[in-house]
């Protein structure tokens, strides 16, 4: 008799006999750093909305409520610096002055912007 041969089992299913290997360090290391990455693209982007859309809610006050404007464009000011200092805590990098204040100056620009737009 011939000895029929044994199929050839598909790649996308679990083999037994071969299993996976197990991640190594620098695998994990890779993994992280992607994961941090793609986590603080999607808070900042998620802040930056926030911000962007108070300031455009300060744009469609009544002009008479001028407080309320200058009010709703610092607090985008406030979460924009927040956005910022948000992604140097996921990927742990201290918080120092330099860091702050550029923290500050990020966050700042829809302000700036939202204030030139209701003063104008």
């Known amino acids: 008799m011939t000895q029929e041969p044994t199929p050839r089992r598909a790649r996308h299913l679990m083999d037994p006999a071969a299993p996976r290997r197990r991640p190594s360090r620098e695998d994990v290391a890779r993994l992280e750093r992607v994961q941090r990455i793609v986590m ?6 998620t802040i ?3 911000s962007v859309g108070l300031v455009i809610g300060a744009f469609f006050i009544d002009d008479s409520e001028r407080v309320a404007q200058v009010g709703l464009c610092l607090l ?3 979460f924009g610096a927040i956005a ?3 992604a ?3 990927h742990r990098r201290p918080i120092t002055p ?3 204040a550029t923290a500050i100056a990020v966050g700042a620009v829809p ?4 204030l030139y737009v209701v003063y104008r």
Request: proline share 0%; net charge positive.
């Open 111 to 114: 302000a700036v912007v939202g």
């Open 48 to 50: 930056f909305h926030l």
């Open 84 to 86: 910022v200092i948000s």
């Open 76 to 78: 985008g000011g406030a």
């Open 40 to 45: 603080s693209a999607l808070v900042v982007t």
């Open 98 to 100: 330099t860091r702050a």
């Open 88 to 90: 140097y805590l996921i």
